[in-house]
């Protein structure tokens, strides 16, 4: 039911998330991650385990340096729907916030 979300990132953006200057990594809200991350987003609000099988709930994000192979891994701390203005997307329309917590 918990499973790992895998995000291949520019080298600049896996730097600073590396480093520790980037603590949440966003995504505009799109089909495609409306479908992936609104469970999730229940369940880190909540609690809420919706009970379908083709829903994943995430609990931990794995970033790739882009295709160099270099991995880093995080539990996911929070997951919300913030105003996508004053992240790094810099969009005026809702994102995805992931919000990274420990190392892994």
Same mark, same amino acid.
């Given at each position: 039911m918990f499973n790992t979300l895998f995000l291949p990132l520019k080298a600049g953006?896996? +730097?600073k998330?590396?480093? !520790?200057?980037?603590t949440f990594e966003f995504r505009a809200c799109k089909p #495609?991650?409306?479908?992936?991350? &609104?469970?999730t987003v229940a369940y880190f609000k909540d609690g809420t385990?919706? @009970? +379908?099988? +083709?829903?994943k709930i995430y609990t931990s994000v794995r970033? *790739?340096? !882009? #295709?160099? !192979?270099?991995?880093?891994?995080?539990?996911? *701390? !929070?997951? @919300?729907?913030v105003d996508g203005s004053? &992240? +790094?997307?810099?969009?005026? @329309?809702?994102?995805?916030a992931i919000k990274l917590g420990e190392r892994l």
């Open positions: 953006w896996f +730097d998330i590396k480093s !520790g200057k980037k #495609y991650w409306i479908v992936r991350l &609104t469970p385990v919706l @009970e +379908d099988k +083709d829903l970033f *790739a340096r !882009g #295709y160099s !192979g270099e991995q880093i891994t995080f539990k996911i *701390a !929070g997951c @919300e729907v004053n &992240t +790094d997307l810099a969009i005026n @329309e809702p994102v995805f």
